[in-house]
């Protein structure tokens, strides 16, 4: 029997939670040249240091939602996004994290 596979609704909810949304340098430059900035002008205005210290996350708007969450549901760096955003909650997933995520389990793709 295959692994589940997570499929994703699109409710908008782990763009909301509070935590670090981490970027790699990597990362940094493809969203900077997505959004028209270089990576020193995007670093400055869309990140700040993460909670350990560590390295760069996206900031939170006043809310506490993802800075570049759109509307209620839409990612407006969908193409270049983090992985840690593409890999959940197939490639990682927190204790806890069904009570939130509205992904449904279906046969491995
Ligand atoms: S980068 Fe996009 S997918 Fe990731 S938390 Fe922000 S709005 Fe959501
Ligand atoms: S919380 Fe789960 S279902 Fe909702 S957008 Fe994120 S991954 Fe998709």
């Known amino acids: 029997m295959s692994d589940p596979y997570y499929l994703c609704q699109r409710c908008g909810n782990c763009c909301r939670w509070p935590g670090d949304v981490r970027v790699t340098d ?10 028209g900035l270089d990576a020193p002008a995007f670093t400055e205005r869309f990140t700040r240091l993460n909670a350990n210290r560590t390295g760069l996350s996206l900031i939170d ?8 969450l759109e509307g209620v549901n839409v990612c407006a760096i969908q193409s270049v996004k983090p992985h840690q ?3 959940f909650p197939n490639q990682w997933r927190f204790p806890g994290w069904r009570e939130k995520c509205e992904a449904v389990e279906v046969s491995r793709p």
């Open 26 to 35: 990597e990362e940094v430059a493809a969203i900077a040249a997505h959004v």
């Open 61 to 68: 708007k006043p809310n506490g939602e993802c800075i570049f």
């Open 85 to 87: 955003c593409s890999g």
